[in-house]
């Protein structure tokens, strides 16, 4: 192996590294958006329940208003869907991401023999 092919290859690790550390980061991102929207999710219903419950106990009838409601619930319903298929493709690009060189503490390939940054046999 001569040094340009050398350099290269470092390089392309690098580049790995970097959009594995963009790809946790956006995992850690959805992990908030779901808590989010399940947070959103159970308010949204407590408070059609609540609705339905006073209207009924008044003998009222506000279609519109529980129709709102249905309607929130079922759009944060399919954000959460959203969310959710797209976490799993991502899962195992942050399983196969994260480790760390025994010596330089730099993050390198799963598979790496040699660490590229600092040569320590890994
Ligand atoms: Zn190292």
Known sequence: ??????????AN???K????????????KKQV???NLESRLA???RQLGALV?????????QPDLVEQYIQ?????????????????????????AVRLCSHCKEKV????????YCGQKL
Do not use: H
Request: aromatic share 6%; hydrophobic share 40%.
């Open 1 to 10: 192996m001569d040094w340009n092919q050398l350099r290269n290859a470092a």
């Open 13 to 15: 690790m690098a580049d």
């Open 17 to 28: 590294v970097v959009n594995a550390t963009g790809e946790v980061v956006e995992k850690g």
């Open 33 to 35: 958006d779901i808590l």
């Open 43 to 45: 308010r949204a219903q």
């Open 53 to 61: 419950y006073s209207l009924a106990q008044n003998g009222e009838q």
């Open 72 to 96: 929130e619930i079922a759009e944060i319903e399919q954000q959460l869907n959203d969310v959710a298929s797209e976490k799993k493709e991502t899962v195992t690009v942050f399983a196969k």
């Open 109 to 116: 390939e799963e598979d790496a023999v040699y660490c590229p």
